[in-house]
């Protein structure tokens, strides 16, 4: 990890500064590993690293020890840092370390990347608009607990820009034989488009937003279509009931490379009786020969665990409730509360807000996990 942050700058050259950038964003991380949020307390976790913990980042950065850094360099050097690089460092790492192996995260096994944005509500800048951010996240099909965040790209305060920040997103991914997810913002053609051409399948829910292809998928015939797979679970209190059904796409389609469509309708009944029912059409590029309605219920059903993300950053992280808001800090600290994230779940823990305090226990531990030691 130490290696690969030495390609991160902050606009300055290290020549001559005390506190190197890679340095720096290597104790970040390691703090923010362990559960730390804000510079302040950062920099004071950063006061009880072992000596010779600090001494040897600075050694393997080819830089004198210089101490510990204060509260100030810590904001300097993060407000300051090339997100975008910063960005391709974590996915760098993460790819490379998924599963605990130097394997690539592309194997023979199924493969679901999903998309979804997030706005970090505290983080306006001077002209008012929200930091909002979409991030690639994968692992296998179904709502897979160690799903990690491959990369991660704003999108210029807009939400209704994910759209063409997924597509250039997508394109930076090495990735091969995937299924893509994401909500309603992203069926949008030129997607799709981008998606087959890169030989990857989508799995994508439709609204209202897509009128045409909208109404035409609720005017098929799906009370006559039986259902393909269905599952109830029961936890937080409700029962949930899930069915699927899956019909070939019709001719005429409003939608390019489409094969198969489907209805998966939900029933929800909560403790004290109360009953929800929800219906949702989408489209598939997958055949019927290779993927049937199980595997589409699955990937589904695996969207959410960008929802599990986007929760963790809120609840452990307090990112809704972070005011940070100079120049790239919020975008920089995000990163890393990502790059966290990722580690914890390849150190094989997936409960991050205990595993988060089970870091802070050794000081060495998140330096461990990060692979910033020997």
């Given at each position: 990890?130490?290696?690969?942050?030495?390609?991160?700058?902050?606009?300055?050259?290290?020549?001559?500064?005390?506190?190197?950038?890679?340095?720096?964003?290597?104790?970040?991380?390691?703090?923010?590993?362990?559960?730390?949020?804000?510079?302040?307390?950062?920099?004071?976790?950063?006061?009880?690293?072992?000596?010779?913990?600090?001494?040897?980042?600075?050694?393997?950065?080819?830089?004198?020890?210089?101490?510990?850094?204060?509260?100030?360099?810590?904001?300097?050097?993060?407000?300051?840092?090339?997100?975008?690089?910063?960005?391709?460092?974590?996915?760098?790492?993460?790819?490379?370390?998924?599963?605990?192996?130097?394997?690539?995260?592309?194997?023979?096994?199924?493969?679901?990347?999903?998309?979804?944005?997030?706005?970090?509500?505290?983080?306006?800048?001077?002209?008012?608009?929200?930091?909002?951010?979409?991030?690639?996240?994968t692992g296998s099909p179904g709502p897979d607990p160690a799903a990690v965040t491959i990369a991660q790209a704003p999108t210029d305060g807009a939400k209704t820009r994910e759209p063409e920040t997924a597509r250039a997103v997508l394109e930076t991914l090495d990735l091969h034989d995937v299924t893509v997810t994401a909500d309603a913002l992203h069926t949008v053609k030129a997607t799709a488009q981008l998606i087959h051409q890169q030989g990857r399948h989508f799995v994508l829910p439709v609204k209202e937003n897509r009128a045409a292809l909208f109404n035409t998928l609720d005017a098929l015939p799906w009370a006559g279509t039986p259902i393909g797979y269905e599952n109830t679970e029961t936890g937080h209190g409700r029962t949930t009931h899930r069915?699927?059904?899956?019909?070939?796409?019709?001719?005429?389609?409003?939608?390019?490379?489409?094969?198969?469509?489907?209805?998966?309708?939900?029933?929800?009944?909560?403790?004290?009786?109360?009953?929800?029912?929800?219906?949702?059409?989408?489209?598939?590029?997958?055949?019927?020969?290779?993927?049937?309605?199980?595997?589409?219920?699955?990937?589904?059903?695996?969207?959410?665990?960008?929802?599990?993300?986007?929760?963790?950053?809120?609840?452990?992280?307090?990112?809704?409730?972070?005011?940070?808001?100079?120049?790239?800090?919020?975008?920089?600290?995000?990163?890393?509360?990502?790059?966290?994230?990722?580690?914890?779940?390849?150190?094989?823990?997936?409960?991050?807000?205990?595993?988060?305090?089970?870091?802070?226990?050794?000081?060495?531990?998140?330096?461990?996990?990060?692979?910033?030691?020997?």
């Open positions: 990890m130490l290696d690969l942050l030495l390609a991160v700058s902050d606009g300055r050259s290290d020549q001559g500064r005390d506190h190197p950038v890679a340095v720096v964003l290597a104790l970040v991380a390691a703090a923010t590993v362990a559960g730390l949020k804000g510079y302040t307390a950062i920099s004071g976790w950063i006061t009880d690293v072992p000596t010779d913990v600090l001494d040897d980042r600075y050694l393997r950065a080819e830089a004198r020890p210089a101490g510990r850094p204060s509260r100030s360099t810590l904001w300097r050097v993060c407000t300051d840092t090339d997100g975008d690089v910063l960005d391709a460092v974590i996915a760098e790492w993460t790819t490379t370390q998924h599963a605990g192996t130097q394997a690539p995260i592309s194997t023979d096994t199924p493969v679901q990347v999903r998309l979804d944005g997030k706005t970090l509500r505290g983080a306006v800048n001077a002209d008012g608009e929200q930091l909002h951010l979409l991030s690639a996240l069915t699927i059904r899956v019909l070939p796409a019709p001719s005429g389609l409003p939608f390019p490379h489409v094969n198969q469509v489907w209805l998966i309708e939900r029933y929800v009944t909560a403790s004290d009786g109360k009953q929800s029912a929800a219906a949702q059409p989408g489209i598939t590029s997958h055949p019927a020969e290779t993927t049937g309605p199980a595997e589409i219920a699955a990937f589904n059903r695996g969207q959410w665990a960008i929802e599990s993300l986007h929760f963790i950053r809120d609840t452990c992280y307090r990112g809704d409730h972070s005011h940070m808001r100079t120049r790239s800090g919020p975008r920089v600290l995000a990163s890393l509360r990502n790059l966290a994230i990722n580690a914890l779940r390849l150190a094989g823990r997936t409960d991050i807000t205990e595993a988060t305090r089970w870091a802070n226990r050794n000081m060495t531990r998140p330096f461990t996990i990060l692979g910033l030691t020997g």
